[in-house]
Protein backbone atom coordinates (compact mmCIF):
# COMPACT_ATOMS: atom_id res chain seq x y z
CA UNK A 1 0.00 0.00 0.00
CA UNK A 2 1.68 3.47 -1.06
CA UNK A 3 1.40 6.24 1.18
CA UNK A 4 -0.10 8.73 -0.73
CA UNK A 5 -3.30 5.76 -1.05
CA UNK A 6 -2.81 5.78 2.82
CA UNK A 7 -3.16 9.95 2.77
CA UNK A 8 -6.11 9.47 0.68
CA UNK A 9 -8.08 6.94 2.70
CA UNK A 10 -7.40 9.06 5.80
CA UNK A 11 -8.62 12.00 3.91
CA UNK A 12 -12.04 10.10 3.16
CA UNK A 13 -11.98 9.22 6.86
CA UNK A 14 -11.61 12.38 8.08
CA UNK A 15 -14.42 14.44 5.91
CA UNK A 16 -17.02 11.40 6.81
CA UNK A 17 -19.44 13.89 9.65
CA UNK A 18 -23.07 13.48 10.77
CA UNK A 19 -24.77 14.32 7.66
CA UNK A 20 -22.44 12.42 5.34
CA UNK A 21 -23.25 9.49 7.41
CA UNK A 22 -27.19 10.55 6.85
CA UNK A 23 -26.89 10.52 3.13
CA UNK A 24 -25.04 7.24 2.36
CA UNK A 25 -27.41 5.69 5.40
CA UNK A 26 -30.58 7.28 3.24
CA UNK A 27 -29.29 6.19 0.16
CA UNK A 28 -31.72 3.47 -2.18
CA UNK A 29 -29.87 3.97 -4.98
CA UNK A 30 -33.43 4.81 -7.20
CA UNK A 31 -30.88 6.67 -9.64
CA UNK A 32 -33.09 9.52 -9.63
CA UNK A 33 -29.88 11.84 -9.21
CA UNK A 34 -29.00 10.99 -12.38
CA UNK A 35 -31.62 12.60 -13.88
CA UNK A 36 -30.78 16.23 -12.39
CA UNK A 37 -27.28 15.76 -13.46
CA UNK A 38 -26.15 16.93 -16.98
CA UNK A 39 -23.17 14.74 -17.46
CA UNK A 40 -26.17 12.02 -17.79
CA UNK A 41 -28.92 13.66 -19.33
CA UNK A 42 -26.74 14.33 -22.26
CA UNK A 43 -24.59 11.21 -22.61
CA UNK A 44 -27.20 8.63 -21.42
CA UNK A 45 -23.82 6.63 -19.40
CA UNK A 46 -24.83 5.40 -16.18
CA UNK A 47 -21.40 5.80 -15.14
CA UNK A 48 -22.32 9.71 -14.34
CA UNK A 49 -24.94 9.02 -11.88
CA UNK A 50 -24.26 11.55 -9.37
CA UNK A 51 -24.32 8.78 -6.13
CA UNK A 52 -21.57 6.98 -8.12
CA UNK A 53 -19.20 8.99 -8.03
CA UNK A 54 -18.86 8.98 -4.47
CA UNK A 55 -18.44 5.14 -4.31
CA UNK A 56 -14.67 5.37 -2.76
CA UNK A 57 -15.97 7.71 0.09
CA UNK A 58 -19.34 5.28 0.43
CA UNK A 59 -16.79 2.55 0.83
CA UNK A 60 -14.60 3.98 3.00
CA UNK A 61 -17.74 5.09 5.41
CA UNK A 62 -19.11 1.72 5.63
CA UNK A 63 -15.25 -0.49 6.61
CA UNK A 64 -14.85 2.42 9.22
CA UNK A 65 -17.79 3.84 10.63
CA UNK A 66 -20.48 1.14 10.56
CA UNK A 67 -20.84 -1.53 12.99
CA UNK A 68 -21.59 -3.84 9.93
CA UNK A 69 -18.57 -2.45 7.80
CA UNK A 70 -16.20 -3.04 10.34
CA UNK A 71 -17.25 -7.08 10.65
CA UNK A 72 -17.01 -7.31 7.39
CA UNK A 73 -13.69 -5.68 7.45
CA UNK A 74 -12.79 -8.00 10.02
CA UNK A 75 -13.72 -10.99 8.25
CA UNK A 76 -12.03 -9.68 5.40
CA UNK A 77 -15.51 -9.69 3.65
CA UNK A 78 -15.21 -6.15 2.23
CA UNK A 79 -12.04 -4.87 -0.06
CA UNK A 80 -10.40 -1.64 0.61
CA UNK A 81 -10.25 0.86 -1.54
CA UNK A 82 -7.13 0.62 -4.43
CA UNK A 83 -5.02 3.09 -5.87
CA UNK A 84 -6.28 1.81 -9.23
CA UNK A 85 -9.86 2.85 -7.98
CA UNK A 86 -8.99 6.08 -6.81
CA UNK A 87 -7.71 6.61 -10.27
CA UNK A 88 -10.74 5.36 -12.15
CA UNK A 89 -12.87 7.58 -10.42
CA UNK A 90 -11.16 10.70 -10.57
CA UNK A 91 -12.80 11.81 -14.16
CA UNK A 92 -16.03 10.99 -12.12
CA UNK A 93 -15.48 13.08 -9.63
CA UNK A 94 -13.96 15.57 -11.43
CA UNK A 95 -14.23 16.02 -14.73
CA UNK A 96 -18.06 14.87 -14.72
CA UNK A 97 -18.90 17.24 -12.00
CA UNK A 98 -18.97 20.86 -11.85
CA UNK A 99 -19.98 21.02 -8.01
CA UNK A 100 -23.51 22.23 -9.62
CA UNK A 101 -25.67 20.81 -7.03
CA UNK A 102 -28.41 20.44 -9.07
CA UNK A 103 -28.45 16.38 -7.66
CA UNK A 104 -28.91 17.42 -3.97
CA UNK A 105 -32.32 18.98 -4.92
CA UNK A 106 -33.51 15.57 -6.79
CA UNK A 107 -32.85 13.16 -4.34
CA UNK A 108 -35.79 11.96 -2.66
CA UNK A 109 -34.58 10.69 0.67
CA UNK A 110 -32.46 14.32 0.91
CA UNK A 111 -29.25 13.53 0.58
CA UNK A 112 -26.86 16.60 -0.44
CA UNK A 113 -24.96 14.67 -3.10
CA UNK A 114 -22.68 17.53 -3.89
CA UNK A 115 -21.94 18.39 -0.49
CA UNK A 116 -20.01 15.05 -0.64
CA UNK A 117 -18.30 15.92 -4.08
CA UNK A 118 -16.92 18.26 -2.26
CA UNK A 119 -15.54 16.33 0.62
CA UNK A 120 -14.33 13.27 -1.32
CA UNK A 121 -12.35 15.35 -3.35
CA UNK A 122 -10.34 16.16 -0.29
CA UNK A 123 -9.38 12.71 -0.40
CA UNK A 124 -8.25 12.79 -3.54
CA UNK A 125 -6.20 15.35 -3.31
CA UNK A 126 -4.74 13.54 -0.37
CA UNK A 127 -4.23 10.80 -2.47
CA UNK A 128 -2.15 13.16 -5.29
CA UNK A 129 -5.36 11.90 -7.57
CA UNK A 130 -6.22 15.11 -9.66
CA UNK A 131 -6.65 16.14 -12.91
CA UNK A 132 -3.15 18.19 -13.97
CA UNK A 133 -4.69 21.22 -15.11
CA UNK A 134 -6.57 21.89 -11.61
CA UNK A 135 -3.58 20.72 -10.19
CA UNK A 136 -1.03 23.31 -11.67
CA UNK A 137 -4.15 26.12 -11.74
CA UNK A 138 -4.04 25.56 -7.97
CA UNK A 139 0.06 25.70 -7.54
CA UNK A 140 -0.12 28.77 -9.79
CA UNK A 141 -2.33 30.46 -7.10
CA UNK A 142 -0.22 29.45 -4.53
CA UNK A 143 2.71 30.83 -5.57
CA UNK A 144 2.08 33.42 -7.89
CA UNK A 145 -1.57 35.08 -6.86
CA UNK A 146 -3.38 33.43 -9.73
CA UNK A 147 -4.86 30.21 -11.24
CA UNK A 148 -3.87 32.15 -14.75
CA UNK A 149 -0.78 33.21 -13.57
CA UNK A 150 -2.11 36.94 -13.15
CA UNK A 151 0.34 38.91 -11.19
CA UNK A 152 -0.13 42.79 -10.09
CA UNK A 153 1.05 44.36 -12.65
CA UNK A 154 -1.54 42.92 -15.36
CA UNK A 155 -3.77 44.71 -13.17
CA UNK A 156 -2.33 47.80 -12.49
CA UNK A 157 -2.13 48.00 -16.37
CA UNK A 158 -5.81 47.60 -16.55
CA UNK A 159 -6.70 49.73 -13.71
CA UNK A 160 -4.79 52.70 -15.92
CA UNK A 161 -6.70 51.64 -18.78
CA UNK A 162 -9.65 52.06 -17.30
CA UNK A 163 -8.65 55.46 -15.24
CA UNK A 164 -8.06 57.05 -18.56
CA UNK A 165 -11.73 55.23 -19.72
CA UNK A 166 -13.36 56.88 -17.22
CA UNK A 167 -11.54 59.63 -16.22
CA UNK A 168 -11.71 58.61 -12.31
CA UNK A 169 -9.45 57.96 -10.12
CA UNK A 170 -9.58 54.37 -9.25
CA UNK A 171 -8.62 53.74 -5.24
CA UNK A 172 -5.71 51.42 -4.15
CA UNK A 173 -5.09 50.43 -0.64
CA UNK A 174 -7.31 52.78 0.66
CA UNK A 175 -7.14 52.05 4.03
CA UNK A 176 -11.17 52.59 5.83
CA UNK A 177 -12.71 52.12 2.41
CA UNK A 178 -16.03 50.62 2.86
CA UNK A 179 -15.69 48.02 0.25
CA UNK A 180 -12.71 45.95 -0.57
CA UNK A 181 -13.31 45.33 -4.39
CA UNK A 182 -11.57 41.46 -5.64
CA UNK A 183 -11.58 39.69 -9.21
CA UNK A 184 -11.36 36.90 -10.41
CA UNK A 185 -8.17 36.32 -13.39
CA UNK A 186 -10.96 35.93 -15.93
CA UNK A 187 -12.01 39.67 -15.66
CA UNK A 188 -8.28 40.87 -15.29
CA UNK A 189 -7.40 39.28 -18.73
CA UNK A 190 -10.08 38.48 -20.88
CA UNK A 191 -13.20 40.55 -19.10
CA UNK A 192 -11.62 43.56 -18.35
CA UNK A 193 -14.63 45.87 -18.56
CA UNK A 194 -15.87 45.11 -15.57
CA UNK A 195 -12.90 47.47 -13.98
CA UNK A 196 -14.19 50.55 -15.88
CA UNK A 197 -18.02 49.74 -14.86
CA UNK A 198 -17.51 49.32 -11.32
CA UNK A 199 -15.43 52.17 -11.09
CA UNK A 200 -18.53 54.11 -12.72
CA UNK A 201 -21.18 52.61 -11.04
CA UNK A 202 -19.58 53.32 -7.94
CA UNK A 203 -18.69 56.47 -8.65
CA UNK A 204 -22.22 57.72 -9.51
CA UNK A 205 -23.73 56.41 -6.53
CA UNK A 206 -21.15 57.17 -3.89
CA UNK A 207 -19.62 53.82 -2.86
CA UNK A 208 -16.82 54.27 -0.93
CA UNK A 209 -14.50 51.40 -2.39
CA UNK A 210 -10.75 50.16 -2.61
CA UNK A 211 -8.33 47.52 -4.67
CA UNK A 212 -5.64 45.93 -2.59
CA UNK A 213 -2.52 45.35 -3.92
CA UNK A 214 -2.23 42.36 -1.43
CA UNK A 215 -5.47 40.29 -2.30
CA UNK A 216 -7.58 41.32 -5.73
CA UNK A 217 -7.58 37.48 -6.35
CA UNK A 218 -11.01 36.23 -5.11
CA UNK A 219 -11.09 32.65 -7.26
CA UNK A 220 -10.31 29.63 -5.33
CA UNK A 221 -9.10 26.69 -6.69
CA UNK A 222 -8.39 25.38 -3.57
CA UNK A 223 -12.30 24.68 -3.20
CA UNK A 224 -12.28 23.13 -6.70
CA UNK A 225 -9.18 20.97 -6.19
CA UNK A 226 -10.56 20.06 -2.64
CA UNK A 227 -7.91 21.30 -0.45
CA UNK A 228 -8.82 22.58 2.21
CA UNK A 229 -4.81 23.46 3.12
CA UNK A 230 -4.69 25.70 -0.31
CA UNK A 231 -8.07 27.02 -0.15
CA UNK A 232 -7.28 28.29 3.29
CA UNK A 233 -4.47 30.21 1.99
CA UNK A 234 -6.14 31.69 -0.37
CA UNK A 235 -9.25 32.74 1.12
CA UNK A 236 -7.14 34.10 4.12
CA UNK A 237 -4.62 36.86 1.95
CA UNK A 238 -7.80 38.73 1.10
CA UNK A 239 -8.92 38.21 4.63
CA UNK A 240 -5.83 39.71 5.92
CA UNK A 241 -6.09 42.41 3.43
CA UNK A 242 -9.72 43.31 4.51
CA UNK A 243 -8.45 43.53 8.17
CA UNK A 244 -5.57 45.57 7.03
CA UNK A 245 -7.68 48.33 5.39
CA UNK A 246 -10.90 47.91 7.77
CA UNK A 247 -13.53 47.57 5.47
CA UNK A 248 -16.39 46.92 6.02
CA UNK A 249 -17.30 44.50 3.10
CA UNK A 250 -15.50 42.65 0.52
CA UNK A 251 -16.94 42.35 -2.80
CA UNK A 252 -16.89 39.14 -4.68
CA UNK A 253 -16.52 39.64 -8.33
CA UNK A 254 -18.64 38.25 -10.88
CA UNK A 255 -17.50 34.27 -9.91
CA UNK A 256 -19.47 31.72 -8.87
CA UNK A 257 -16.84 29.91 -6.85
CA UNK A 258 -15.03 32.82 -5.77
CA UNK A 259 -18.60 33.68 -4.16
CA UNK A 260 -19.30 30.55 -2.70
CA UNK A 261 -14.92 30.21 -1.07
CA UNK A 262 -15.42 33.72 0.36
CA UNK A 263 -18.92 34.03 1.59
CA UNK A 264 -19.30 29.95 2.53
CA UNK A 265 -16.30 28.59 2.73
CA UNK A 266 -14.11 31.36 3.89
CA UNK A 267 -14.82 31.47 7.45
CA UNK A 268 -15.10 28.10 7.97
CA UNK A 269 -11.78 27.24 6.46
CA UNK A 270 -9.94 30.44 8.84
CA UNK A 271 -11.55 28.63 11.76
CA UNK A 272 -13.44 31.79 12.95
CA UNK A 273 -16.28 34.28 11.56
CA UNK A 274 -14.82 37.33 9.53
CA UNK A 275 -14.88 41.33 10.94
CA UNK A 276 -16.65 42.39 7.80
CA UNK A 277 -19.37 41.41 5.62
CA UNK A 278 -18.92 39.37 2.01
CA UNK A 279 -21.14 40.58 -0.53
CA UNK A 280 -21.95 39.67 -4.46
CA UNK A 281 -21.42 42.55 -6.86
CA UNK A 282 -25.12 41.97 -7.64
CA UNK A 283 -26.46 41.49 -4.83
CA UNK A 284 -24.13 45.58 -4.07
CA UNK A 285 -26.02 46.32 -7.27
CA UNK A 286 -29.15 45.45 -6.06
CA UNK A 287 -28.91 46.95 -2.73
CA UNK A 288 -27.36 50.38 -4.22
CA UNK A 289 -31.07 49.94 -6.91
CA UNK A 290 -33.32 49.50 -3.74
CA UNK A 291 -31.99 52.63 -1.79
CA UNK A 292 -32.40 54.66 -4.95
CA UNK A 293 -28.26 55.59 -5.72
CA UNK A 294 -27.91 53.14 -8.43
CA UNK A 295 -30.20 55.40 -11.84
CA UNK A 296 -30.17 54.38 -15.32
CA UNK A 297 -31.94 55.51 -18.19
CA UNK A 298 -32.50 53.54 -21.51
CA UNK A 299 -33.06 49.68 -22.05
CA UNK A 300 -31.72 47.32 -23.46
CA UNK A 301 -35.14 46.09 -25.98
CA UNK A 302 -33.71 43.16 -27.34
CA UNK A 303 -34.56 39.72 -26.03
CA UNK A 304 -32.19 38.80 -23.58
CA UNK A 305 -32.24 35.68 -20.98
CA UNK A 306 -30.17 34.98 -17.58
CA UNK A 307 -27.73 32.24 -17.38
CA UNK A 308 -27.50 31.72 -13.33
CA UNK A 309 -24.17 30.87 -12.21
CA UNK A 310 -24.80 27.39 -9.96
CA UNK A 311 -22.67 28.71 -6.96
CA UNK A 312 -25.13 32.13 -7.23
CA UNK A 313 -28.64 30.74 -7.23
CA UNK A 314 -28.20 27.13 -5.99
CA UNK A 315 -25.57 27.47 -3.36
CA UNK A 316 -25.20 31.00 -2.48
CA UNK A 317 -28.36 32.28 -2.35
CA UNK A 318 -28.41 35.13 -4.39
CA UNK A 319 -31.48 34.53 -7.05
CA UNK A 320 -33.50 37.75 -7.04
CA UNK A 321 -30.82 40.45 -7.46
CA UNK A 322 -29.74 39.75 -10.60
CA UNK A 323 -33.34 39.84 -12.07
CA UNK A 324 -34.06 42.76 -10.01
CA UNK A 325 -31.12 44.53 -11.66
CA UNK A 326 -31.58 43.21 -14.73
CA UNK A 327 -35.04 44.75 -15.22
CA UNK A 328 -33.46 47.78 -14.55
CA UNK A 329 -31.99 48.16 -18.03
CA UNK A 330 -33.49 45.15 -19.94
CA UNK A 331 -37.49 45.38 -21.22
CA UNK A 332 -37.72 41.60 -23.09
CA UNK A 333 -35.85 39.95 -20.62
CA UNK A 334 -37.10 36.45 -20.34
CA UNK A 335 -36.77 33.01 -18.52
CA UNK A 336 -34.95 30.23 -19.29
CA UNK A 337 -36.84 27.04 -18.60
CA UNK A 338 -35.46 25.69 -15.25
CA UNK A 339 -34.25 29.44 -14.27
CA UNK A 340 -33.09 30.46 -10.75
CA UNK A 341 -32.10 27.61 -8.32
CA UNK A 342 -33.33 25.11 -11.12
CA UNK A 343 -30.59 26.18 -13.50
CA UNK A 344 -28.44 24.06 -15.72
CA UNK A 345 -24.69 24.42 -15.47
CA UNK A 346 -22.24 26.13 -17.98
CA UNK A 347 -20.53 23.01 -17.78
CA UNK A 348 -17.48 24.32 -16.66
CA UNK A 349 -17.45 24.70 -12.95
CA UNK A 350 -16.17 22.95 -10.11
CA UNK A 351 -12.70 23.56 -11.83
CA UNK A 352 -13.92 21.64 -14.96
CA UNK A 353 -12.80 24.63 -16.84
CA UNK A 354 -9.36 24.50 -15.36
CA UNK A 355 -9.41 20.65 -16.76
CA UNK A 356 -8.24 20.47 -19.88
CA UNK A 357 -8.69 16.68 -20.15
CA UNK A 358 -12.65 17.34 -19.65
CA UNK A 359 -12.88 19.95 -22.56
CA UNK A 360 -14.34 17.24 -24.77
CA UNK A 361 -17.07 16.09 -22.50
CA UNK A 362 -17.91 19.54 -21.58
CA UNK A 363 -18.39 20.86 -24.85
CA UNK A 364 -20.88 17.85 -25.45
CA UNK A 365 -22.80 18.25 -22.36
CA UNK A 366 -23.33 21.91 -23.71
CA UNK A 367 -26.04 20.58 -25.33
CA UNK A 368 -28.36 21.01 -22.42
CA UNK A 369 -27.84 25.03 -22.62
CA UNK A 370 -27.85 24.56 -26.06
CA UNK A 371 -31.07 23.26 -25.68
CA UNK A 372 -32.56 25.74 -23.29
CA UNK A 373 -31.61 28.73 -25.77
CA UNK A 374 -32.90 27.22 -28.54
CA UNK A 375 -36.48 27.26 -26.95
CA UNK A 376 -35.94 31.22 -25.98
CA UNK A 377 -34.25 31.97 -29.32
CA UNK A 378 -32.66 35.05 -28.19
CA UNK A 379 -29.40 36.52 -29.09
CA UNK A 380 -28.07 38.10 -26.07
CA UNK A 381 -27.46 35.84 -23.08
CA UNK A 382 -26.28 38.04 -19.29
CA UNK A 383 -24.85 36.30 -16.72
CA UNK A 384 -22.94 37.59 -13.49
CA UNK A 385 -19.99 35.05 -13.11
CA UNK A 386 -16.98 35.30 -15.89
CA UNK A 387 -16.07 31.69 -15.56
CA UNK A 388 -19.57 30.92 -16.76
CA UNK A 389 -19.07 33.61 -19.31
CA UNK A 390 -15.89 31.85 -20.53
CA UNK A 391 -17.83 28.22 -20.88
CA UNK A 392 -21.10 29.67 -22.64
CA UNK A 393 -18.67 31.52 -24.93
CA UNK A 394 -16.46 28.62 -25.62
CA UNK A 395 -19.63 26.42 -26.03
CA UNK A 396 -21.70 28.59 -27.94
CA UNK A 397 -18.57 28.77 -30.48
CA UNK A 398 -18.43 24.98 -30.67
CA UNK A 399 -22.30 24.79 -30.64
CA UNK A 400 -22.36 27.40 -33.79
CA UNK A 401 -24.60 29.60 -31.73
CA UNK A 402 -24.53 33.41 -32.28
CA UNK A 403 -25.31 34.61 -29.04
CA UNK A 404 -23.57 37.75 -27.18
CA UNK A 405 -22.31 36.99 -23.68
CA UNK A 406 -22.94 39.79 -21.65
CA UNK A 407 -21.41 40.56 -17.69
CA UNK A 408 -24.72 42.11 -15.32
CA UNK A 409 -22.47 44.81 -14.06
CA UNK A 410 -21.07 45.93 -17.61
CA UNK A 411 -24.56 45.92 -18.89
CA UNK A 412 -25.70 48.69 -16.10
CA UNK A 413 -22.97 50.53 -16.51
CA UNK A 414 -23.73 51.47 -20.11
CA UNK A 415 -26.99 52.22 -18.70
CA UNK A 416 -25.82 54.95 -15.95
CA UNK A 417 -27.42 57.93 -15.76
CA UNK A 418 -25.19 60.51 -16.89
CA UNK B 1 -43.05 -28.79 12.42
CA UNK B 2 -46.63 -28.00 12.20
CA UNK B 3 -48.53 -24.91 10.86
CA UNK B 4 -49.86 -24.14 14.21
CA UNK B 5 -46.12 -24.56 16.03
CA UNK B 6 -44.25 -22.44 13.34
CA UNK B 7 -47.09 -19.75 14.07
CA UNK B 8 -46.90 -20.07 17.63
CA UNK B 9 -42.93 -19.80 17.39
CA UNK B 10 -43.09 -16.49 14.95
CA UNK B 11 -45.55 -14.77 17.13
CA UNK B 12 -43.32 -16.00 20.25
CA UNK B 13 -40.08 -16.19 20.38
CA UNK B 14 -39.37 -15.07 16.38
CA UNK B 15 -41.34 -11.84 17.09
CA UNK B 16 -39.57 -11.19 20.16
CA UNK B 17 -36.10 -12.31 18.40
CA UNK B 18 -37.21 -9.82 15.47
CA UNK B 19 -37.85 -6.83 17.52
CA UNK B 20 -34.69 -6.88 19.74
CA UNK B 21 -32.59 -6.84 16.58
CA UNK B 22 -34.77 -4.38 14.95
CA UNK B 23 -34.38 -2.14 18.10
CA UNK B 24 -30.58 -2.30 19.01
CA UNK B 25 -30.04 -2.28 14.94
CA UNK B 26 -31.79 0.71 15.03
CA UNK B 27 -30.34 2.14 17.89
CA UNK B 28 -26.88 1.40 16.89
CA UNK B 29 -27.24 2.86 13.21
CA UNK B 30 -28.62 5.97 14.92
CA UNK B 31 -25.77 6.27 17.65
CA UNK B 32 -22.90 5.39 15.22
CA UNK B 33 -23.97 8.20 12.94
CA UNK B 34 -24.28 10.16 15.67
CA UNK B 35 -21.33 10.09 17.30
CA UNK B 36 -19.93 11.45 14.30
CA UNK B 37 -20.17 14.93 15.07
CA UNK B 38 -20.71 18.22 12.51
CA UNK B 39 -18.54 21.25 12.56
CA UNK B 40 -19.62 24.39 13.36
CA UNK B 41 -20.35 26.96 10.88
CA UNK B 42 -19.13 30.21 11.28
CA UNK B 43 -20.07 31.62 7.78
CA UNK B 44 -23.09 34.56 8.69
CA UNK B 45 -26.51 33.07 7.89
CA UNK B 46 -28.70 34.43 5.00
CA UNK B 47 -31.79 32.27 6.40
CA UNK B 48 -33.18 29.74 9.06
CA UNK B 49 -31.12 26.32 9.25
CA UNK B 50 -33.63 25.11 11.23
CA UNK B 51 -36.72 26.65 8.98
CA UNK B 52 -34.45 25.17 5.57
CA UNK B 53 -34.69 21.53 7.58
CA UNK B 54 -38.10 21.08 8.46
CA UNK B 55 -39.22 22.67 5.00
CA UNK B 56 -37.20 20.15 3.51
CA UNK B 57 -38.19 17.35 5.62
CA UNK B 58 -41.64 17.63 3.77
CA UNK B 59 -41.56 19.73 0.63
CA UNK B 60 -38.85 16.80 -0.61
CA UNK B 61 -42.03 14.03 -0.39
CA UNK B 62 -42.69 15.90 -3.64
CA UNK B 63 -40.68 15.34 -6.71
CA UNK B 64 -38.62 17.85 -8.03
CA UNK B 65 -39.84 20.17 -10.87
CA UNK B 66 -39.68 18.23 -14.15
CA UNK B 67 -38.31 15.01 -12.68
CA UNK B 68 -41.97 13.05 -12.83
CA UNK B 69 -41.71 13.91 -17.10
CA UNK B 70 -37.72 12.01 -16.79
CA UNK B 71 -38.33 9.39 -14.80
CA UNK B 72 -42.18 8.28 -14.24
CA UNK B 73 -42.10 5.31 -12.88
CA UNK B 74 -39.29 5.69 -10.60
CA UNK B 75 -41.66 8.06 -8.98
CA UNK B 76 -45.05 6.67 -9.37
CA UNK B 77 -43.66 3.23 -8.34
CA UNK B 78 -42.16 4.66 -5.68
CA UNK B 79 -45.47 6.60 -4.55
CA UNK B 80 -48.02 3.83 -4.97
CA UNK B 81 -45.80 1.37 -3.10
CA UNK B 82 -44.78 2.98 -0.54
CA UNK B 83 -47.97 4.11 0.54
CA UNK B 84 -49.92 0.99 0.03
CA UNK B 85 -47.59 -0.40 2.32
CA UNK B 86 -48.06 1.67 4.90
CA UNK B 87 -52.16 1.37 4.74
CA UNK B 88 -51.85 -2.28 4.56
CA UNK B 89 -49.80 -2.29 7.29
CA UNK B 90 -51.77 0.47 9.47
CA UNK B 91 -54.85 0.21 8.63
CA UNK B 92 -56.25 -3.50 8.44
CA UNK B 93 -58.38 -4.59 11.24
CA UNK B 94 -55.83 -7.61 12.56
CA UNK B 95 -52.60 -5.51 12.31
CA UNK B 96 -53.94 -3.07 14.80
CA UNK B 97 -54.75 -5.99 16.93
CA UNK B 98 -51.32 -6.61 16.65
CA UNK B 99 -49.54 -2.90 16.99
CA UNK B 100 -52.12 -2.77 19.80
CA UNK B 101 -50.59 -5.94 21.44
CA UNK B 102 -47.36 -4.92 21.29
CA UNK B 103 -47.48 -1.03 21.37
CA UNK B 104 -50.67 -0.23 23.15
CA UNK B 105 -52.24 2.26 20.80
CA UNK B 106 -54.98 1.17 18.63
CA UNK B 107 -57.27 3.46 15.56
CA UNK B 108 -59.76 2.36 13.46
CA UNK B 109 -59.59 -0.01 10.83
CA UNK B 110 -60.14 0.53 6.89
CA UNK B 111 -62.23 -2.21 5.25
CA UNK B 112 -61.08 -5.43 4.17
CA UNK B 113 -62.09 -5.75 0.84
CA UNK B 114 -60.27 -2.24 0.65
CA UNK B 115 -56.95 -3.54 2.06
CA UNK B 116 -57.21 -6.56 -0.15
CA UNK B 117 -57.43 -3.86 -3.23
CA UNK B 118 -54.44 -1.73 -2.05
CA UNK B 119 -52.06 -4.68 -0.96
CA UNK B 120 -52.89 -5.74 -4.79
CA UNK B 121 -52.02 -2.86 -6.64
CA UNK B 122 -48.82 -2.73 -4.15
CA UNK B 123 -47.82 -5.45 -5.15
CA UNK B 124 -47.98 -5.20 -8.66
CA UNK B 125 -45.78 -1.19 -8.05
CA UNK B 126 -43.69 -3.72 -6.47
CA UNK B 127 -43.20 -5.98 -9.75
CA UNK B 128 -42.97 -3.22 -11.85
CA UNK B 129 -40.14 -1.08 -9.80
CA UNK B 130 -38.32 -4.04 -9.68
CA UNK B 131 -38.47 -4.82 -13.06
CA UNK B 132 -37.39 -1.56 -13.78
CA UNK B 133 -34.42 -2.15 -11.72
CA UNK B 134 -33.12 -5.15 -13.76
CA UNK B 135 -33.71 -3.43 -17.22
CA UNK B 136 -33.37 0.14 -16.81
CA UNK B 137 -29.52 1.05 -17.16
CA UNK B 138 -29.00 3.54 -14.43
CA UNK B 139 -31.06 1.48 -11.88
CA UNK B 140 -29.06 -1.80 -13.37
CA UNK B 141 -25.42 -0.08 -12.95
CA UNK B 142 -26.30 1.55 -9.29
CA UNK B 143 -27.93 -2.21 -7.99
CA UNK B 144 -26.60 -4.56 -5.50
CA UNK B 145 -27.23 -7.80 -4.01
CA UNK B 146 -28.40 -5.68 -0.71
CA UNK B 147 -31.12 -3.84 -3.29
CA UNK B 148 -32.55 -6.77 -4.11
CA UNK B 149 -32.61 -8.38 -0.69
CA UNK B 150 -34.77 -5.05 0.14
CA UNK B 151 -36.57 -5.48 -2.39
CA UNK B 152 -37.93 -8.90 -1.36
CA UNK B 153 -38.09 -8.16 2.09
CA UNK B 154 -40.82 -5.69 1.17
CA UNK B 155 -42.62 -7.72 -0.86
CA UNK B 156 -42.82 -11.05 1.09
CA UNK B 157 -45.26 -9.51 3.58
CA UNK B 158 -47.33 -7.95 1.24
CA UNK B 159 -47.66 -11.08 -0.80
CA UNK B 160 -47.90 -13.63 1.62
CA UNK B 161 -50.87 -11.37 3.29
CA UNK B 162 -52.41 -11.49 0.30
CA UNK B 163 -51.91 -15.33 -0.03
CA UNK B 164 -52.87 -15.76 3.24
CA UNK B 165 -56.16 -13.32 2.88
CA UNK B 166 -57.29 -15.38 -0.20
CA UNK B 167 -56.21 -18.96 1.09
CA UNK B 168 -53.89 -19.02 -1.33
CA UNK B 169 -50.45 -21.80 -1.87
CA UNK B 170 -51.18 -23.62 1.67
CA UNK B 171 -53.21 -23.58 4.66
CA UNK B 172 -54.25 -19.96 6.07
CA UNK B 173 -52.19 -21.50 9.51
CA UNK B 174 -48.97 -22.26 7.32
CA UNK B 175 -49.69 -18.85 5.28
CA UNK B 176 -50.16 -16.58 8.08
CA UNK B 177 -47.21 -18.10 9.90
CA UNK B 178 -45.31 -17.60 6.95
CA UNK B 179 -46.43 -13.89 6.78
CA UNK B 180 -45.50 -13.38 10.66
CA UNK B 181 -41.86 -14.71 9.73
CA UNK B 182 -41.78 -12.38 6.40
CA UNK B 183 -42.69 -9.39 8.59
CA UNK B 184 -40.23 -10.23 11.12
CA UNK B 185 -37.34 -10.90 8.79
CA UNK B 186 -38.32 -7.12 7.52
CA UNK B 187 -37.72 -6.26 10.85
CA UNK B 188 -34.16 -7.88 11.21
CA UNK B 189 -33.00 -6.32 8.08
CA UNK B 190 -34.41 -3.06 8.11
CA UNK B 191 -30.79 -2.03 10.26
CA UNK B 192 -28.80 -4.50 7.58
CA UNK B 193 -29.66 -3.21 4.53
CA UNK B 194 -30.85 0.73 3.36
CA UNK B 195 -34.24 0.01 4.46
CA UNK B 196 -32.76 2.12 7.45
CA UNK B 197 -33.25 4.83 5.04
CA UNK B 198 -37.21 4.45 6.59
CA UNK B 199 -35.58 6.75 9.16
CA UNK B 200 -32.67 8.28 8.14
CA UNK B 201 -34.44 9.81 5.36
CA UNK B 202 -35.90 12.91 7.60
CA UNK B 203 -32.48 13.05 8.95
CA UNK B 204 -30.62 13.77 5.36
CA UNK B 205 -34.07 15.68 3.92
CA UNK B 206 -32.76 18.22 7.60
CA UNK B 207 -29.53 18.43 6.64
CA UNK B 208 -30.08 19.38 3.14
CA UNK B 209 -32.80 21.55 3.86
CA UNK B 210 -30.70 23.19 7.10
CA UNK B 211 -27.46 23.25 4.89
CA UNK B 212 -28.92 25.16 1.96
CA UNK B 213 -31.38 27.22 4.69
CA UNK B 214 -28.69 28.55 6.01
CA UNK B 215 -27.88 30.18 2.65
CA UNK B 216 -31.02 31.10 2.36
CA UNK B 217 -31.84 28.97 -0.81
CA UNK B 218 -34.70 26.70 -0.79
CA UNK B 219 -34.60 23.32 -1.87
Not at chain 1, 167 to 190: H, N, Q, R, T, W
Not at chain 1, 406 to 414: F, I, K, N, Q
Not at chain 2, 61 to 89: D, E, N, Q
Request: with cysteine; charged share 20%.
Amino acid sequence: MGTSLERGIQGFIEQVDRPTASFFESCVRCGMCAHACLFYTETGDPKYTPIYKLEPLRRVWEREYTLFGRIKKWLGLSKPVTEAELKEWEPLVYDSCTLCGRCSLMCPVGNDIVYMVRRAREGMVAAGVAPDGLKQAATRAVKIGSPMGVQLPALKTQIAKAEKETGLAIPFDKEGAEYLMVLSSAEIIEFSEIIPAAARIFHAAGVSWTFSSDAFEATNSGIQIGSSDIATELVSRIVRAAERLKVKYVISPECGHAYTALRWEGPNLIGRPYPFKVIHIVELLDELRAAGRLKTEGMEDEKLTFHDPCQLVRRGGVVEPPRNVLKMVASNFVEMEDPGTLNWCCGGGGGVSSNERADELRLKVFSRKKTQLDQLGVRTLVTACSNCRDMLEDGLEHHRMDIKVVGLTEMVAEHLKQ
Amino acid sequence: MTGVELLNWARGPGLQIALVVFIVGVAIRFIEMWLLGKSPDFAEARGSAAAGGWRTLFTRSLPMPGALKRAPLVFLGGYVFHIGFFITFLFYAPHILFLRAVTGFSWPALPAYLIDVIGLVSIAALVAVLVHRLTDPVRRFLSRTGDYVAWAATFLPLLTGYFAYHRLVTDYTTMLALHVLSFELLLVLIPLTKLMHTFTFAVSRWYNGAIAGRKGVKV
